[in-house]
Antibody, heavy 119, light 111 residues
Framework: QVQLQESGPGLVKPSETLSLTCGVSGYSISSGYYWGWIRQPPGKGLEWIGSIYHSGSTYYNPSLKSRVTISVDTSKNQFSLKLSSVTAADTAVYYC????????????WGQGTLVTVSS | QSALTQPPSASGSPGQSVTISCTGTSSDVGGYNYVSWYQQHPGKAPKLMIYEVTKRPSGVPDRFSGSKSGNTASLTVSGLQAEDEADYYCSSYAASNNLRLFGGGTKLTVL
């Protein structure tokens, strides 16, 4: 059974960089699929942030691309998100997901982690 | 690129059928058979219910079905049950900018 688990600070100051890691168990990242991040502001809808392949190939949401970096560490079977210059608008639950790009759906989700941007 | 358009709410009584729509454009919903649907209960992560417009992952009841006509995709829940009460989100591939779009979500209430 594929399981994903987000980890990282729950509070980030404005203008700083948000950093999250997603640990994957039950499946080797190197075996295939893209791995991505999706966020959901409190009480609002879902927004795809971006996705990465084990080779390092990435797709980013154009609206966030200038501030986002997604990286992968196959030796640890995990991938990470960095979002720079955060504001209160970046406050959200952040989910890591497995992304079947060829058919374009997200089939496994982490439980999500709330990140609040506040001084 | 704008999010896909969903009605904010839908409702039905137990045993009835409800259909939720998801409207996009010819550059996303209408142009590709890559529409998926997700169910989200309060405080939980979304769960994949439908992919490639009509396909159900293993374990999803056949009461859930998907379809598409032109630029509008639909999710139908037949034989409504109390546990179907949740938020539902559609998603589609959008070729411009290689984007993945979501709808704003529909809150399904079982009366």
């Amino acid at each position: 059974q594929v399981q994903l688990q987000e980890s990282g600070p729950g509070l980030v100051k404005p203008s700083e960089t948000l950093s999250l890691t997603c640990g994957v168990s039950g499946y080797s990242i190197s075996s295939g699929y893209y791995w991505g991040w999706i966020r959901q502001p409190p009480g609002k809808g879902l927004e795809w942030i971006g996705s990465i392949y084990h080779s390092g190939s990435t797709y980013y949401n154009p609206s966030l691309k200038s501030r986002v970096t997604i990286s992968v560490d196959t030796s640890k079977n995990q991938f990470s998100l960095k979002l720079s210059s955060v504001t209160a608008a970046d406050t959200a639950v952040y989910y890591c997901v497995r992304h079947f790009v060829a058919r374009d759906y997200f089939d496994y989700w982490g439980q999500g982690t709330l990140v609040t941007v506040s001084s | 690129q704008s999010a896909l358009t969903q009605p904010p709410s839908a409702s039905g009584s137990p045993g009835q059928s409800v259909t939720i729509s998801c409207t996009g454009t010819s550059s996303d919903v209408g142009g590709y058979n890559y529409v998926s649907w997700y169910q989200q209960h309060p405080g939980k992560a979304p769960k994949l219910m439908i992919y490639e417009v009509t396909k159900r992952p293993s374990g999803v009841p056949d009461r859930f079905s998907g379809s598409k006509s032109g630029n509008t995709a639909s999710l139908t829940v037949s034989g409504l049950q109390a546990e179907d009460e949740a938020d539902y989100y559609c998603s589609s591939y959008a070729a411009s900018n290689n984007l993945r779009l979501f709808g704003g979500g529909t809150k399904l209430t079982v009366l």
